[in-house]
C-alpha cells in the first residue's frame, strides 16, 4: 500500500511532515533560547536571521549582511539585522511621529478618515512588504524604506514642497530633504542608516533608480498607494463620484479601492518573479499611468481639495522669510546646524513643521492678538 495511491494517507504523511518540520524549528529556537539564558554570548539570533535571509531570499535580494554598511561603523545588534534596526531607528525618531499631523491631499481635514502623510506612509509600506514577500526579497530592508521615504515632506504635502523651491536658493525635493533628515538632522545627528536603506529613501520618486530591487518596490508602492487612497479621500470629500473614473481604468484595473489595489501588486509580483528587476506589464502600467493624469486633472490641480493651497504657500514663505532675518528664533536644539547658511537653517527648520505648529507660528508671529482688558 503506497500513499500515492490513498490521498488520505498522503494528507496525513504531509501533516506528520510539518509537524516534523516546527517541532525541529521550535527546538532550535528553544535551544537557543536555553544558550543565551546561560550567558553564551556566542549565539546570535541576528547571525540566525542573516542565515534564513541566505537559505530562503531570492538570488535578487539584497541580503543584510551584504549591507554596504553605515557611515560610521557601530558594533553590530546581537537581535536585530542591520535593516531591522534601521527600520526601528526609523519608527522611534520624531521626524516619523511628525506625519501624523501632515497634509496628504486635503490641508489639515477635520474628518477622521482623510489620509495624513503617516497613514500614506504605512500603506506604501504595507503594499510594499506584500510585493516584497512575494517575490522572496528582503521585507525587512523594503519596509525601512518605506517608512523613512516621506521623512522630509514639508507642511501642507506638495503646496509646500513647492513654496520652498520656489524661496529657497537650491531649491526644494521632499526626497532630497527625507535623506538629509536621515543623515544630519534627526537628533542633530542623522540616524546613521546603512546606505541601501538611505539610497531608497532619495530615489522613491524622480528619474534615478535605487539599486536595490527592495528600493524600486518602494517606488511602485508609494505610487500605487497615493493615487488609490487619493480617489477615495476625494470621492468621500465630494471632489470626485466614482462613475467619473475612466471607463478603461474601471475596466482594466478594477471599480473599487481594494480591486485596483489588488490589479496592481499581483500584476507587478506576476511580471517581476523570478527577475531581477520590479516591472508592470505594459497594459496596467499604461492604465495606472492614465489614472494618475486623471487625479491631476481633476484633485491634484485646480479643485476645491486644493483652494486653501494658496493660502498654505503664503504660510511657507512668510515664515521662510522671517527666519530668513531672525535667524536666532530658530530653536537652539539644532544649535550645530547654524553652521551652515541661514536659507538652509531656515528652510530645514520649516520642513519639519507639522501643518498645525505652522499654523500655530504663523498666527504668533503675523495674526494681531486680541487686547485683554
Not at 519608527?91 to 511628525?98: M, T, V
Not at 523594503?142 to 536658493?169: K, M, Q, R, S
Not at 545627528?189 to 520618486?205: P, Q
Request: aromatic share 8%; hydrophobic share 35%; with cysteine.
Amino acid at each position: 500500500m503506497t500513499a500515492a495511491k490513498f490521498p488520505a494517507c498522503e494528507k496525513v504523511l504531509l501533516r506528520e511532515r510539518r509537524f516534523l518540520k516546527f517541532v525541529v524549528y521550535y527546538n532550535q529556537i528553544l535551544f537557543i533560547r536555553i544558550r543565551i539564558f546561560k550567558g553564551d554570548v556566542s549565539v546570535k539570533i541576528r547571525e540566525i536571521t542573516e542565515n534564513i535571509e541566505k537559505q530562503n531570499l531570492s538570488k535578487y535580494a539584497a541580503l543584510s549582511i551584504n549591507t554596504k554598511g553605515r557611515l560610521i561603523e557601530e558594533i553590530k545588534c546581537d537581535i536585530r539585522t542591520d535593516y531591522q534596526r534601521d527600520r526601528d531607528r526609523i519608527l522611534h525618531s520624531k521626524a516619523f511621529r511628525r506625519l501624523k499631523h501632515k497634509t496628504q491631499v486635503f490641508i489639515s481635514p477635520e474628518g477622521d478618515h482623510y489620509r495624513t502623510r503617516l497613514t500614506h506612509t504605512l500603506e506604501v509600506s504595507q503594499i510594499a512588504r506584500t510585493i516584497a514577500r512575494a517575490l522572496r526579497l528582503n521585507e525587512d530592508l523594503t519596509e525601512a524604506i518605506a517608512l523613512g521615504h516621506d521623512l522630509g515632506h514639508t507642511p501642507f504635502g506638495h503646496a509646500g514642497e513647492n513654496a520652498l523651491d520656489e524661496v529657497h536658493p537650491g531649491g526644494f525635493k521632499h526626497n532630497e530633504q527625507s535623506l538629509r533628515v536621515v543623515e544630519i538632522l534627526e537628533g542633530g545627528k542623522g540616524l546613521n542608516l546603512t546606505y541601501e536603506v538611505k539610497d531608497g529613501i532619495l530615489k522613491h520618486t524622480g528619474d534615478a533608480e535605487p539599486e536595490t530591487l527592495e528600493g524600486k518596490i518602494v517606488y511602485f508602492s508609494d505610487r500605487i498607494a497615493y493615487i488609490n487612497h487619493d480617489i477615495d479621500d476625494a470621492i468621500r470629500g465630494g471632489i470626485l463620484e466614482a462613475s467619473s473614473i475612466p471607463e478603461e481604468c474601471i475596466r482594466i484595473l478594477g471599480f473599487t479601492h481594494k480591486e485596483r489595489i489588488n490589479t496592481m501588486i499581483t500584476d507587478i509580483i506576476n511580471e517581476s518573479i523570478g527577475r531581477n528587476e520590479i516591472l508592470m506589464s505594459s497594459i496596467v502600467n499604461r492604465t495606472t499611468n492614465e489614472l494618475r493624469k486623471f487625479m491631476f486633472e481633476n484633485v491634484y490641480v485646480g479643485s476645491a481639495a486644493k483652494k486653501e493651497e494658496k493660502k498654505a504657500k503664503n504660510i511657507i514663505k512668510s515664515l521662510y522669510e522671517y527666519y530668513i532675518q531672525n535667524p536666532d528664533e530658530i530653536p537652539s536644539e539644532i544649535e550645530r546646524l547654524k553652521a551652515v547658511d541661514i536659507e538652509r537653517l531656515a528652510c530645514d527648520y520649516i520642513a519639519g513643521m507639522s501643518d498645525s505648529f505652522a499654523i500655530s507660528i504663523f498666527t504668533r508671529l503675523f495674526i494681531p492678538s486680541p487686547w485683554q482688558v
